[in-house]
């Protein structure tokens, strides 16, 4: 069998057995395909523009002629949540995507070359995680101003020491083997040991750190949103949950709504990511392997 087939046949038992790794996957699935066709089709998936103002139709709750309702601008609570999707799956994706590229190529520099480089990325990065980084991420968003690209930019900023540390610890015990020695012996060079030899055998454990970020990557971005960093009037979500006010008792659908389908996307990445986890760690499924080499 080979690794492909193997990975795929354990994918599928994956799958088969932990339906919550099948939900996971199927609502990530759902939520980027939903994001896609909105992005693509330039709003055009909104039965309502999200940013038209109707005073007349102000706090209206649920209804079959507006799902989630209407804000206090009688904006269609709905419409603004289908449009800020695909900016609340696009960020974060972005965030975790740079952060794990960095955390890759220094985590990976540092336990090549160990010494001084070591030390230096090492030191830089303990004191990004001294600080706690939403309270960071904050200050940065605060000083360059109210805007979705700044409080990206924030939370960016603060988002990749934790893969530097990750790569770098699996790292250290990739550049210990001997097929690492050898490849020192015959020049091959560091481009080609970090793409042939390192990145392979540390992607995996990025990738489930990855997948499960993102939940917190958007909690993050949400975050920011509430606290009035991301103007309200561009759709996402963790302003419009920000928006009620002090409204929440007299309106509550206005805030739950918006915040539930956060909730639901940081679950479906939870989800998954736990499942990957579950399927590339080989010591969380021993009895696979076992019943594979029973098998052959």
């Not at 940065?140 to 770098?168: E, H, K, M």
Request: aromatic share 10%; charged share 15%; proline share 7%.
């Amino acid at each position: 069998m080979s690794s492909s087939e193997g990975v795929m046949k354990l994918l599928k038992e994956l799958l088969l057995e932990n339906k919550l790794t099948a939900v996971g996957l199927v609502g990530v699935l759902g939520f980027l395909g939903l994001a896609f066709v909105e992005g693509v089709s330039f709003g055009r998936l909104t039965p309502y523009n999200p940013s038209a103002i109707n005073l007349m139709q102000a706090n209206l709750p649920p209804s079959p002629t507006h799902f989630f309702g209407t804000n206090f601008e009688g904006q269609d609570i709905f419409s603004r949540v289908l449009a800020a999707i695909p900016i609340d799956m696009g960020l974060p994706l972005i965030i975790v995507g740079l952060s794990a590229l960095i955390g890759l190529l220094l985590g990976s520099v540092a336990a090549y070359f160990r010494g001084v480089v070591d030390e230096a990325i090492a030191r830089i990065t303990d004191i990004f995680l001294a600080f706690p980084g939403i309270i960071m991420a904050l200050a940065v968003a605060a000083t360059l101003g109210p805007s979705l690209i700044n409080a990206t930019l924030a939370v960016l900023f603060v988002w990749w020491p934790p893969y530097v540390r990750l790569v770098r610890g699996r790292a250290l015990e990739v550049v210990s083997q001997d097929f690492i020695a050898a490849s020192k012996a015959l020049n091959t060079g560091f481009p080609y040991i970090l793409w042939r030899g390192i990145i392979p055998n540390v992607l995996p454990s990025v990738l489930v750190y990855a997948t499960m970020d993102v939940g917190t990557a958007l909690l993050s971005l949400s975050t920011l949103g509430y606290l009035g960093l991301i103007p309200p009037t561009r759709p996402e979500l963790g302003s419009m949950v920000a928006s009620i006010g002090l409204n929440l008792y007299t309106y509550p659908w206005e805030a739950l709504l918006p915040a539930f389908v956060v909730f639901l996307i940081v679950l479906c990445f939870s989800l998954l990511g736990d499942g990957l986890r579950e399927m590339l760690d080989v010591k969380v499924r021993p009895h696979i392997l076992i019943r594979e080499k029973v098998e052959e």
